[in-house]
């Protein structure tokens, strides 16, 4: 008997491994689960109180055209008046277009406009209706543009620029 009791004494004794390993599963697994479910409230509650996200759109700036410039030195125009020669107006033009390629056109008949011009206004005043030794600009640059359009075939020249205009 008595080494009976001594058997089970030991038995009793024995750490059991199976106890504790259950044990540490059952935790980790409890942790997973409970941290699964912790970070998925934080996650739904956080989605509530979310602010409106500004969307910035960038516009970009409107292309200008590409302006160009045909230049024609030294027109020689007269200031007539009652079929009288009052004076000579010389300026520089510069026809306005868009491109280079109708600039050089524009460029390529700079003596066929010229003379086209000089042809109008040999016969049509450039004087204003009030003074007409003083040169009516607005009258003038239209005409100019007409005529130029007319003489290339195309409207491709938008505006007339006359500078350095001169009375002799």
Same mark, same amino acid.
């Given at each position: 008997m008595a080494e009976e009791e001594k058997e089970t004494s030991e038995e009793n004794k024995k750490p059991s491994g199976g106890g504790k390993k259950l044990l540490i599963v059952g935790l980790l697994?409890?942790?997973?689960?409970? /941290?699964?479910?912790?970070?998925? !409230? !934080?996650?739904?509650?956080? /989605? $509530?109180?979310t602010e409106p996200v500004e969307v910035v759109i960038e516009e970009k700036a409107p292309e200008l055209p590409d302006y160009q410039y045909a230049k024609i030195e030294k027109l020689n125009l007269p200031l007539f008046y009652k079929g009288r020669v009052l004076n000579y107006a010389v300026m520089n033009v510069s026809l306005e277009t868009i491109g280079n390629d109708d600039k050089?056109?524009?460029v390529k008949n700079v003596i066929i406009i010229k003379d086209a011009l000089l042809r109008y206004f040999?016969?049509?005043?450039?004087?204003?209706? $009030?003074?007409?030794?003083?040169? $009516? !600009?607005d009258r003038l640059s239209a005409k100019i543009k007409e005529v130029a359009n007319q003489e290339i075939g195309r409207e491709i020249v938008n505006r007339v620029v006359i500078s350095e205009s001169r009375n002799f």
């Amino acid at each position: 008997m008595a080494e009976e009791e001594k058997e089970t004494s030991e038995e009793n004794k024995k750490p059991s491994g199976g106890g504790k390993k259950l044990l540490i599963v059952g935790l980790l697994a409890g942790l997973i689960v409970g /941290g699964g479910g912790a970070a998925g !409230f !934080f996650i739904m509650q956080s /989605g $509530d109180e979310t602010e409106p996200v500004e969307v910035v759109i960038e516009e970009k700036a409107p292309e200008l055209p590409d302006y160009q410039y045909a230049k024609i030195e030294k027109l020689n125009l007269p200031l007539f008046y009652k079929g009288r020669v009052l004076n000579y107006a010389v300026m520089n033009v510069s026809l306005e277009t868009i491109g280079n390629d109708d600039k050089l056109l524009v460029v390529k008949n700079v003596i066929i406009i010229k003379d086209a011009l000089l042809r109008y206004f040999s016969v049509n005043p450039i004087g204003r209706e $009030d003074n007409p030794r003083i040169v $009516d !600009f607005d009258r003038l640059s239209a005409k100019i543009k007409e005529v130029a359009n007319q003489e290339i075939g195309r409207e491709i020249v938008n505006r007339v620029v006359i500078s350095e205009s001169r009375n002799f």
